[in-house]
């Protein structure tokens, strides 16, 4: 069985950040498992700016952002295409990749698998299931991987930060969001982001508005909305379903054996930028006895 002092589950920033600073603090039997073709996470989609600041001190967009933190895990074993299935003891889990599946034991464990946006069944919205109705990762991959224009005029459900990556972009392939619909009364972005989303882009923020469904037979029409007491229909053709993170946690959550690991990034607590992500990982590096 091949085994290592520690093993990182996930290659998004947070992964890549731990293992960069474990390399640093001279560690170097450890392995990166992440499941995607290339490592980098979420940031590799998103093709605006605004990635950096909070770890690197610069901005930069999402796909730099995921170049640069590759470039500083450079000589790490990182071994992407590779699904972790479970565990079959504490502290050892199936693997599996191109090669087959196979056993690896850790003395120590680390989750870095994110979280990812809660699905429209869990918010309760009702109304025609159709294509045009998407999250804003699936958003992100039509528009900055397949340079797809999904639709025209859609409606953003959402005030989070990620609710605004969805606005910048729907921007970069001339898309006008009909409007950002928001359950709460304020936005949990930062509040000028509402002023932003108004002046820079001609999209209004609709707060304390609930989405009642989704109307439409074949393409997504029009949505309805109850606002302020009363229902309202908003016309559009599409629908992005933002935010209400949850944990990327179903190795913990369904494991027949709990495993002892160390959880970082946006797998535990408030949901984070990447970057922030980034200089909370390497500080946990910094400060954990491996």
């Known amino acids: ?3 290592h002092r520690v093993v990182i589950i996930g290659g998004g920033p947070a992964g890549l950040a731990f293992a960069t600073r474990l390399k640093a603090r001279g560690i170097s039997n450890m392995v990166v498992f992440e499941r995607e073709q290339e490592a980098g996470g979420i940031p590799r989609h998103c093709g ?3 990635f950096g600041w909070e770890s ?8 730099k952002f995921a170049v640069r933190l590759r470039e500083e895990a450079r000589g790490v074993d990182l071994r992407t295409g590779t699904t972790v299935l479970g565990f079959t003891a504490p502290q050892v889990m199936r693997v599996q990749n191109a090669k087959g599946i196979s056993e690896i034991a850790a003395e120590h464990i680390v989750l870095a ?3 990812r946006e809660s699905s429209r069944a869990s918010r309760l919205i009702g109304g025609a299931r159709l294509p045009q109705v998407m999250n804003t990762g699936t958003l992100q991959q039509l528009v900055y991987l ?9 409606v953003i459900i959402g005030g989070e930060w990620v609710s605004f990556s969805a606005l910048m972009t729907c921007n970069y392939l001339g898309i006008r969001p009909a409007a950002m619909i928001v359950e709460e009364p304020n936005i949990a972005a930062p509040w000028f982001f509402s002023w932003g989303a108004r002046l820079r882009y001609g999209v209004p923020v609709k707060t304390t508005t609930r989405l009642i469904a989704i109307n439409g037979i074949s393409a997504v029409e029009s949505v309805e909305v109850e606002r302020r007491g009363g229902r309202e229909t908003i016309a559009c053709d599409g629908v ?5 993170f949850v ?3 179903p190795l913990l959550t369904n494991a027949a054996t709990t495993p002892q690991v160390t ?3 946006n797998v535990q607590g408030e949901l984070k930028t990447a970057g922030r992500c980034v200089a909370e990982a390497r500080a946990l590096a910094d400060r954990i006895s491996i």
């Open 263 to 265: 959880l970082v990034g």
């Open 1 to 3: 069985m091949e085994k």
């Open 48 to 50: 605006h700016w605004g």
């Open 146 to 154: 397949k340079h797809l224009k999904p639709f025209s005029r859609p």
């Open 113 to 115: 698998t994110g979280a």
């Open 240 to 244: 992005i379903v933002s935010g209400k």
């Open 56 to 63: 690197h001190r610069r901005l930069m967009s999402g796909p």
């Open 247 to 249: 944990p990327e946690d």
